[in-house]
């Protein structure tokens, strides 16, 4: 059997990215061709599996017609864009060019020219060019470079991870501050009302405590940091709060049963309250708008 022209050049390509890669790094050919050319296993620089790994395309030329730093990538399958744009695992796309030896690199996901890659899938045509920028040119000191990508990528997801942990306790939170707020604002009219509503405020913050709780074990659980002790102490000074204006609430707290009888200081539960409800929405705000903890702990497990 006898290779094609297209073939023995593409062998070149891998052959040259195999070389130039750092030499602890792990290069794994797949055992069938399935739109990827290898994967490659990121070794630390104490020779341990750091963990890190990413997936490599590579295309070869003679000559890659270069113009203002970019050239087009022409020909890409749209099983290619499919398979490519549904993986988890960051997928970087080499260009060799034979005649300068030398190798240009993007991260697929940022070869959409700021387009959907979904607008190439509705496309009509079975294949499309992409532009791809030159400037990115593998040298030793790109691999250091291109760690820090891959590190990057996994540190979104693992946060993306945790803010999704936090969706249903997010809700439970908003449910108990809607309960309260409506219990403030709206008087009620009867005593079975008054009772009730009573009874709500209890519920809602014995909910609300019991939600904390969970947030301060969720992390203190899987990780050690110092968002777990700050929110262990928002729950201690919450609780501390409501035991101004219910009585027996620490007793209360230990029932899973609603309470029928609940002895509230109205006056103090109406001026404490709004204050509370912010203090919670300001730590709804850091829980939504931080990078996350996970990222900190990935980054220094990985480094």
């Given at each position: ?15 040259w ?71 988890l ?50 040298s ?15 540190r ?11 969706i ?32 709500n ?12 709780n ?22 201690d ?10 009585r ?56």
């Amino acid at each position: 059997m006898k290779l094609n022209a297209g073939q023995s050049t593409g062998r070149l390509g891998e052959r040259w990215f195999q070389y130039v890669l750092p030499k602890e790094w792990i290069f794994q050919q797949p055992n069938v061709d399935v739109g990827i050319d290898g994967r490659v296993i990121i070794i630390d620089s104490n020779k341990h599996l750091s963990g890190l790994e990413f997936d490599v395309q590579i295309k070869t030329s003679k000559e890659w017609l270069i113009n203002n730093n970019f050239t087009k990538l022409e020909g890409i399958k749209l099983s290619s864009i499919k398979y490519w744009s549904s993986r988890l695992i960051p997928i970087l796309l080499i260009l060799y060019d034979e005649k300068h030896d030398t190798g240009y690199y993007n991260w697929i996901s940022e070869t959409w020219e700021n387009r959907d890659p979904l607008d190439y899938i509705r496309s009509q045509s079975k294949t499309i060019s992409i532009p791809i920028n030159t400037k990115n040119i593998i040298s030793k000191q790109s691999w250091d470079l291109i760690k820090a990508d891959v590190l990057n990528y996994y540190r979104r997801i693992a946060t993306s991870y945790e803010k999704l942990n936090f969706i249903p306790h997010i809700n439970k939170l908003i449910t108990c501050i809607w309960y309260l707020q409506q219990i403030i604002t709206i008087e009620p009219q009867t005593d079975d009302e008054k009772l009730q509503d009573k009874i709500n405020i209890c519920i809602s913050y014995r909910n609300l405590l019991d939600i904390l709780n969970k947030i301060y074990e969720q992390y203190s659980y899987l990780y050690e940091s110092d968002f777990s002790e700050r929110v262990k102490k928002f729950h201690d000074s919450i609780k501390v709060d409501v035991e101004m204006f219910i009585r027996d609430f620490s007793e209360i707290i230990k029932s899973e049963n609603s309470p029928k009888i609940v002895l509230i200081n109205m006056e103090i539960f109406k001026e404490k309250t709004p204050l509370l409800i912010l203090k919670v929405l300001n730590l709804l705000m850091e829980i939504t708008k931080r990078e996350g903890i996970m990222e900190h702990l990935f980054t220094n497990d990985m480094e």
